[in-house]
């Protein structure tokens, strides 16, 4: 293992979900979908991840179930590759090489040895000019297979897979760009080409932007940049065509979905409103929180999902009502308070839904909940200025989080507002606590609190520096209003400047007993208890970007990066240059469970990773092309196991686990361990022996199972050997249909009865049937019961001896307690 470990850079969360069309199983309890470079398999019941299937190189473009096996999935990506899986077993059976960027693929069942295609033409994307081809799938028994051998369907076709849609069974395909629709049938080998009319060429509003196909009719539904819907009829002919609009959207039609059976019509919007079309009447399920951009309808008509901008998954009933919801990291246009990490939850914390801070488990690469922080209505218009969160910091503990929110449109007053939240332990959330006007005259630049232990007894303390040439010192007050009643509130306890420079940075060190905080090109140095300045750094020149102080051993050192592209290490003892660096860094992450730290620079297209401690400037690890592009922000998070990593120049990763967002928003991190790797083992287990729906009769199976299991473990032989799991009837009884079986009254009692253990040992079949007077002393009552047993049944004396070493002996505690089992009234299992 030692030599086969290999650091990796691998996405942990973030991808987008919603980049393409879901796909339900066809029993409806898993939903698939696309993410990143691989693809996740979700519980419906859970909304947990279950399976991630990983081998895509480039990002995937779309997954299909196999129309032939629907416990087989279809996924294709930019990589040119298609590949086949098993993903109930999470087991890759076949990689299909298509050479070509794939932007849909469509497996129809009477094309079982074929697909189509959308391929760019001649392989130039940038033509802009895509084709629709068929591509024959070769049955060969190797598991990479070369499929060359296309043929062109539609030429000048759009790439979204939403506006190509396939009709009934198969026999024609429809596409839709710009103003036409083309129609395309395959047995006829006919096409034909139909525009809105000349009326609306002229504009854009009604330009085609998804289309889909009825399952049953011949009917196309066709939605457009107005808001409009149209269906579509008789286009076997290209005069007698007609079709009729339906208007509910405001704006643009993203995306339309039949049911499975074509009863109805789904369309989705920016209005987050998911509409359904049944007869010429409308029923809405609103408030869905964003853009609904794919709809996508389970096989077995269950279910259906929307797929959202904001980048989530709502899975929905039939009927239109919220089943669940799968939310993956919100993606905001800029992610201003960094990447912060919950001391109580371990969870990123980071902008999410405009107003709000996210709170992501990375474990799970799932969304907690948001916390709202502006409590205001956001308003969905383009080019208009809002409320934005731009700074957040948690204390030591959790107990307090600190959140900055400013607006500020063009050269109007800037309107900035600070508060402090309080860890409430009743509803394990964030409150209100203070709320601070205006806190500094310009942008504040940055928010620290001060390092402290449990242990210690001091009153927490925050610093924020601002653009306005200060740095405020704010201290937690309490107020006594009485024996009991207890106010805290927050309150400017200090204020610093350094020759009315901008204050760029701040924080303090491990032991919270000094403050650094730069002004432009200078350091300073503050006594937390006093704040007296006590030094100043000012080598080589530059504006400070980043600071931070060393852990443990190496707390006396200080670091800071330029923007002349310099690292500069500084020791605090004698108050000199310890060593300098060039080095164009853009983050500065320490680790707070060791020495390391982490400089992330960016110096071409590509950035690299240097791993060092500040008593040694040089780097112990370098990853070079971690990603492409800057990296905005990095952190570490402590590990709740810590990790075994043998190799030396990998073991900083052993307490902590460190992940870095990059411009893309993708949140990366370094692992020697495979995402598949990383579930815990029952996560894995889709496919069980029996999967009995979780009723009351399922709870009564499995601790009859469980009790089994137990008892062939210990090597006992067990009393009763013909348990209910193991009967066919209660198999029978569990799986048949409830309309063909005999009334619940009449099974009930047979039921039961089956459950139950018979009275065939001694120890239960000689306790007395009556029901016994309690006396105050249950130990004396006991023995004399059990000697009046003894005098009623000497005759079963032989038999309880032959019986001795195969049934366990009751305890004086256990026949009390099964006495008064006895006497609780059990007629209430009669009402079933």
């Given at each position: 293992?030692?030599?086969?470990?290999?650091?990796?850079?691998?996405?942990?969360?973030?991808?987008?979900?919603?980049?393409?069309?879901?796909?339900?199983?066809a029993d409806s309890k898993y939903l698939l979908c696309s993410s990143g470079d691989y693809v996740k398999v979700y519980s419906t019941a859970t909304e947990e991840c279950l399976h991630v299937l990983q081998g895509h190189k480039n990002l995937v473009t779309g997954i299909q179930l196999n129309p032939v096996n629907h416990l087989q999935l279809y996924s294709w990506s930019l990589d040119g590759t298609i590949r086949l899986w098993d993903f109930m077993d999470g087991i890759l059976i076949k990689t299909f090489v298509i050479g070509f960027n794939l932007y849909a693929f469509y497996a129809l069942p009477n094309f079982e040895n074929s697909g189509f295609l959308i391929i760019?033409?001649?392989?130039?994307?940038?033509?802009g000019v895509f084709q629709l081809v068929t591509v024959a799938l070769p049955k060969v028994p190797a598991q990479e297979v070369k499929a060359k051998e296309m043929e062109l369907v539609l030429e000048g076709i759009n790439a979204s897979p939403k506006c190509t849609a396939f009709g009934r069974d198969g026999e024609y395909v429809v596409s839709v760009l710009e103003l036409h629709l083309v129609v395309c049938f395959f047995k006829k080998k006919k096409m034909y080409r139909f525009s809105l009319g000349s009326k609306f060429k002229s504009g854009t509003t009604s330009l085609f932007t998804c289309v889909a196909c009825h399952p049953k009719e011949d009917c196309i539904a066709t939605g457009h940049k107005d808001g409009k819907i149209r269906l579509w009829r008789n286009f076997d002919h290209r005069r007698e065509y007609t079709f009729s609009t339906m208007h509910w959207h405001h704006d643009e039609v993203m995306d339309l979905a039949f049911s499975i059976e074509g009863t109805s019509l789904l369309s989705g919007g920016i209005e987050s409103v998911l509409v359904q079309w049944r007869d010429a009447k409308k029923e809405f399920l609103p408030r869905l929180g964003s853009t609904i951009q794919h709809i996508s309808v389970s096989p077995d008509g269950t279910y259906l999902c929307t797929s959202h901008s904001d980048n989530k998954i709502v899975i929905i009933h039939s009927n239109l009502k919220v089943a669940g919801m799968i939310q993956g990291l919100s993606k905001g246009n800029e992610i201003k308070t960094g990447l912060i990490v919950d001391p109580r939850t371990k969870a990123l914390v980071m902008n999410g839904k405009p107003g709000h801070l996210q709170f992501y488990s990375l474990q799970n690469d799932k969304q907690l909940y948001n916390l709202d922080i502006v409590h205001q209505e956001y308003i969905h218009q383009q080019g208009l200025n809002q409320v934005e969160v731009v700074k957040a910091a948690f204390d030591s503990q959790g107990n307090w989080l600190a959140t900055v929110e400013q607006r500020q449109e063009g050269d109007t007053e800037l309107e900035l507002q600070m508060k402090l939240w309080a860890y409430d332990e009743q509803t394990q959330s964030f409150t209100l606590n203070t709320r601070i006007n205006m806190p500094h005259e310009d942008h504040i630049t940055a928010v620290c609190f001060r390092c402290t232990d449990e242990t210690e007894n001091t009153?927490?303390?925050?610093?924020?520096?601002?653009?306005?040439?200060?740095?405020?010192?704010?201290?937690?007050?309490?107020?006594?209003?009485?024996?009991?009643?207890?106010?805290?509130?927050?309150?400017?306890?200090?204020?610093?400047?350094?020759?009315?420079?901008?204050?760029?940075?701040?924080?303090?060190?491990?032991?919270?007993?000094?403050?650094?905080?730069?002004?432009?090109?200078?350091?300073?140095?503050?006594?937390?208890?006093?704040?007296?300045?006590?030094?100043?750094?000012?080598?080589?020149?530059?504006?400070?970007?980043?600071?931070?102080?060393?852990?443990?051993?190496?707390?006396?050192?200080?670091?800071?990066?330029?923007?002349?592209?310099?690292?500069?290490?500084?020791?605090?003892?004698?108050?000199?240059?310890?060593?300098?660096?060039?080095?164009?860094?853009?983050?500065?992450?320490?680790?707070?469970?060791?020495?390391?730290?982490?400089?992330?620079?960016?110096?071409?297209?590509?950035?690299?990773?240097?791993?060092?401690?500040?008593?040694?400037?040089?780097?112990?690890?370098?990853?070079?092309?971690?990603?492409?592009?800057?990296?905005?922000?990095?952190?570490?998070?402590?590990?709740?196991?810590?990790?075994?990593?043998?190799?030396?120049?990998?073991?900083?990763?052993?307490?902590?686990?460190?992940?870095?967002?990059?411009?893309?928003?993708?949140?990366?991190?370094?692992?020697?361990?495979?995402?598949?790797?990383?579930?815990?083992?029952?996560?894995?287990?889709?496919?069980?022996?029996?999967?009995?729906?979780?009723?009351?009769?399922?709870?009564?199976?499995?601790?009859?199972?469980?009790?089994?299991?137990?008892?062939?473990?210990?090597?006992?032989?067990?009393?009763?050997?013909?348990?209910?799991?193991?009967?066919?009837?209660?198999?029978?009884?569990?799986?048949?249909?409830?309309?063909?079986?005999?009334?619940?009254?009449?099974?009930?009692?047979?039921?039961?009865?089956?459950?139950?253990?018979?009275?065939?040992?001694?120890?239960?079949?000689?306790?007395?049937?009556?029901?016994?007077?309690?006396?105050?002393?249950?130990?004396?009552?006991?023995?004399?019961?059990?000697?009046?047993?003894?005098?009623?049944?000497?005759?079963?004396?032989?038999?309880?001896?032959?019986?001795?070493?195969?049934?366990?002996?009751?305890?004086?505690?256990?026949?009390?307690?099964?006495?008064?089992?006895?006497?609780?009234?059990?007629?209430?299992?009669?009402?079933?």
């Open positions: 293992m030692v030599a086969c470990e290999q650091l990796r850079v691998v996405r942990c969360g973030g991808s987008w979900l919603s980049g393409s069309r879901a796909a339900f199983s760019p033409k001649d392989g130039d994307e940038k033509s009153n927490p303390t925050l610093v924020t520096a601002s653009n306005d040439g200060r740095f405020k010192v704010w201290m937690l007050v309490v107020e006594s209003d009485g024996e009991a009643d207890q106010s805290k509130t927050w309150t400017c306890d200090f204020v610093g400047s350094y020759h009315n420079y901008r204050a760029t940075n701040c924080c303090f060190s491990e032991d919270g007993s000094l403050l650094a905080v730069s002004f432009d090109k200078i350091v300073t140095l503050w006594d937390s208890e006093t704040w007296d300045l006590k030094c100043t750094f000012c080598h080589p020149p530059g504006t400070i970007l980043s600071l931070c102080f060393g852990r443990l051993s190496c707390s006396k050192y200080l670091l800071g990066s330029t923007n002349t592209g310099s690292l500069c290490c500084w020791n605090l003892l004698s108050c000199t240059l310890e060593w300098c660096a060039q080095l164009n860094v853009t983050v500065l992450e320490p680790d707070c469970l060791s020495e390391n730290i982490v400089a992330i620079s960016c110096d071409s297209e590509f950035s690299d990773v240097f791993v060092f401690k500040p008593s040694d400037p040089r780097p112990f690890c370098i990853q070079r092309w971690v990603c492409r592009g800057k990296v905005q922000w990095a952190v570490f998070v402590p590990r709740e196991v810590p990790e075994s990593i043998s190799s030396e120049k990998y073991q900083w990763l052993n307490q902590s686990q460190f992940y870095f967002l990059t411009e893309t928003h993708e949140l990366m991190t370094f692992s020697t361990k495979t995402p598949e790797e990383r579930l815990t083992p029952s996560s894995r287990q889709l496919a069980v022996e029996e999967s009995f729906p979780v009723t009351p009769f399922y709870l009564l199976l499995g601790k009859h199972q469980q009790q089994a299991k137990e008892t062939r473990k210990t090597s006992k032989a067990p009393v009763q050997s013909n348990m209910a799991s193991e009967s066919p009837a209660i198999k029978d009884l569990l799986h048949t249909p409830a309309h063909v079986l005999p009334s619940a009254t009449y099974l009930c009692p047979i039921f039961l009865n089956s459950l139950l253990v018979p009275k065939s040992s001694k120890r239960i079949d000689q306790i007395p049937d009556e029901v016994e007077m309690e006396s105050n002393n249950e130990e004396e009552e006991s023995e004399e019961e059990t000697h009046t047993a003894e005098e009623v049944h000497p005759e079963a004396s032989g038999l309880a001896e032959c019986l001795e070493e195969v049934i366990p002996k009751l305890s004086k505690t256990q026949e009390r307690e099964l006495r008064k089992l006895r006497k609780l009234d059990y007629s209430w299992v009669s009402a079933l």
